[in-house]
């Protein structure tokens, strides 16, 4: 499967804004965002022209998959899923993303980021439900348990996140048990819900075109 390699930094630095692809370095002076705001590439330091509605919309789908890490295949397809189901579709397509194992590991704050959460999925340090679950994309569902696997716990980086993790303010359709290294879907997300700078409209005219 084909993956993004490149510096992540560039990424934020294209959108113009912080997607918080690198964890704690993106809190840190070490930001390249901070650092250097401005596009990359040798003309990136040139004023940004006046972006037609076609650009916005493409720029609001471009940001939208590389906060959650998701190529543009795999992107239809949730889009495609979303206008099937009732209700607005933009809603339905980040409710579709938050749902996301790797993502909910994120939120429960597991990994420091989505990229980190995805690895530590795919390596086997999480059970649904307790059963072993390998698959980033995989959908959860409201009432799942979502729980560091026993052979795990002793890792550092679950270690670290008792500590680090206890003042933390979690989504509201989350509840977090530390001392367990788990999470419970207590709910489906809604829009107030899912802390995310994207305007999901302008994706959904995108698509309709």
Not at 95 to 120: C, I, M, P
Request: aromatic fraction near 8%.
């Amino acid at each position: 499967m084909a993956r993004y390699t490149d510096a992540k930094c560039k990424l934020c630095r294209r959108e113009g804004v912080k997607l918080f692809l690198k964890g704690d370095r993106c809190f840190s002076p070490k930001c390249s965002f901070d650092r250097r705001g401005y596009a990359p590439g040798e003309h990136g330091q040139r004023p940004r022209r006046k972006q037609s509605d076609f650009a916005l919309q493409l720029r609001e789908k471009q940001k939208a998959r590389r906060i959650y890490g998701i190529l543009e295949r795999q992107f239809r397809k949730y889009f495609a899923q979303a206008e099937r189901q009732t209700g607005v579709t933009g809603e339905n397509l980040l409710r579709l993303l938050e749902r996301r194992l790797d993502n909910v590991v994120f939120r429960l704050g597991y990994a420091t980021s989505r990229t980190a959460a995805r690895q530590l999925v795919r390596h086997g340090h999480f059970t649904v439900n307790g059963r072993k679950v390998t698959i980033p994309s995989y959908s959860l569902a409201r009432g799942q348990v979502v729980q560091v696997a026993d052979k795990s716990r002793s890792i550092g980086v679950f270690k670290d996140a008792k500590e680090r993790r206890r003042e933390e303010q979690l989504c509201e359709w989350l509840t977090r048990d530390l001392d367990k290294l788990s999470g419970h879907i207590v709910d489906m997300p809604g829009r107030d819900a899912i802390p995310v700078n994207v305007n999901e409209q302008l994706i959904v005219e995108l698509y309709s075109k």
